[in-house]
């Protein structure tokens, strides 16, 4: 495969204080080197956050409300508003949840709420949220990509799953009833950053 230099980017991730990393040259090119980049449809970042990512689909989202707002004032029924922000606005939101969703703050969980309060502020102008809900028959998005994320990590752990080298060595069982245990794996996290990731926090939260 060619690598062309001027198509390629250089993103360094390192935790190490006061370290020097040389920059890359190919074919006597510079390789640009940035603290962000889209691959997949997701925004990876050079300090392992995702910022860069929430703050892109809000922004996004954010002009699509805008659109829904127009529908709306041009006589789109209730119906089709839910539809339409199902379909184009919620699907985007949850794009690759089970990546990202169990690292997010409070604060990044509010702003995606507040998306789908908008939308369905616009759908239901006298109804509140948890109202407007129900009307909609749709679940919270928030619960939403918890589920998301829950059924992606259970499905990890079918041994016939490309993604079950991920899980880590069974080492014993921790034992909380009589009749009942859990399996123990090796798995020791030694950062929250770490330990909000999807693995350990499968581990912790979503095993069957």
């Known amino acids: 495969m060619k690598i062309h230099p001027m198509k390629t980017k250089d993103m360094v991730v390192s935790f190490m204080k006061n370290v020097s990393i040389p920059t890359i040259t190919l074919e006597g090119n510079v390789i640009e080197r940035v603290t962000s980049c889209k691959m997949l449809g997701i925004f990876l970042t050079d300090d392992l956050s995702w910022n860069v990512h929430i703050d892109a689909i ?35 939101l949850s ?36 109202l407007a809900i129900s009307k909609a028959g749709i679940e919270p998005i928030l619960e939403h990509m918890n589920t998301l994320a829950r059924d992606f ?30 399996p123990k794996y090796k798995l020791y996290p030694k950062t929250q950053r770490f330990g909000n990731t999807l693995i350990p926090y499968g581990l912790k939260n979503y095993m069957p």
């Open 58 to 92: 809000y922004n996004k989202a954010m002009k699509r409300i805008y659109m829904l707002s127009c529908l709306k004032f041009s006589g789109c029924s209730t119906e089709d508003i839910v539809m339409i922000y199902i379909s184009i606005i919620r699907s985007m």
């Open 95 to 130: 794009y690759a949840a089970p990546v990202w969703f169990s690292c997010l703050s409070s604060s990044q969980k509010c702003d995606i709420q507040s998306i789908e309060r908008r939308a369905l502020t616009i759908a239901y102008p006298n109804s509140d949220y948890n």
């Open 153 to 182: 990590f259970q499905s990890i752990l079918n041994p016939e799953s490309p993604l079950h080298h991920l899980i880590p060595e069974v080492i014993g069982s921790t034992y909380y009833t009589r009749n009942h245990s859990k």
